[in-house]
């Protein structure tokens, strides 16, 4: 008798959204969308965009002693980005790749995490759209290909203005919606065939 095994593709969720089912009941990611902007066989990494944080761009700017003239800059909201390193920043941001520490992760994204774009951003001459977050989500190796199969998570390649331009309490249905799907219509259990 043979007997055939079949191996899971390898998936890379780079670029993609991953918009939490709705029995997903981690504190970190109930009703979260995340920007996955690394993911490989060692794991993945992502910024949650949908959590505002009680902190706004001005008190970065005055922990890291930065100073802007630029009206209203200092009012930009700063996003829980995830429950790790949340004392490091990452700005999610139009593709403008002239910082020390940028990846290009669509065409549309890139993601840094060096100083000199905050003091870019302090004197006007930062990246046109822009997401700030402390902290990011990861996943070690295989970690969230399992969550995918338990059914934790649906996904659908990023948008930019869902990231850039949708209100923050809107972009879990919003990233749904790109699939077709209203997510208050889903059962909050998971079923196996």
């Known amino acids: 008798m043979t007997v055939i095994i079949e191996t899971m593709k390898p998936i890379d969720l780079t670029n993609q959204f991953?918009?939490?089912?709705?029995?997903?009941?981690?504190?970190?990611?109930?009703?979260?969308?995340?920007?996955?902007?690394?993911?490989?066989?060692?794991g993945a990494m992502g910024i949650?965009?949908?959590?505002?944080?009680?902190?706004?761009?001005?008190?970065?700017?005055?922990?890291?002693?930065?100073?802007?003239?630029?009206?209203?800059?200092?009012k930009i909201p700063v996003f829980d980005g995830g429950p790790v390193k949340t004392d490091r920043g990452f700005i999610l941001h139009n593709p403008d790749?002239?910082?020390?520490?940028?990846?290009?992760?669509?065409?549309?994204i890139e993601v840094t995490t060096s100083k000199d774009i905050l003091e870019a951003i302090s004197n006007g001459t930062g990246p046109v759209k822009k997401f700030i977050a402390l902290g990011y989500a990861g996943w070690g190796a295989g970690q969230?290909?399992?969550?995918?199969?338990?059914?934790?998570?649906?996904?659908?390649?990023?948008?930019?203005?869902i990231i850039f331009d949708a209100p923050a309490e809107m972009r879990w249905e919003y990233a749904a919606s790109a699939l077709g799907i209203n997510l208050h219509n889903l059962s909050l259990q998971a079923g196996h065939a």
Not at 153 to 159: D, E, G, I, R, V
């Open 97 to 108: 790749s002239r910082w020390q520490s940028s990846i290009k992760v669509g065409n549309n």
């Open 144 to 161: 969230l290909e399992q969550e995918m199969m338990e059914n934790c998570w649906l996904n659908t390649p990023a948008k930019s203005d």
């Open 18 to 42: 991953l918009i939490a089912m709705p029995g997903l009941s981690d504190p970190n990611f109930h009703q979260s969308v995340t920007y996955i902007f690394s993911h490989n066989e060692q």
């Open 48 to 74: 949650v965009i949908n959590r505002p944080l009680n902190m706004d761009l001005g008190e970065i700017f005055d922990q890291m002693q930065l100073a802007s003239d630029i009206s209203g800059i200092e």
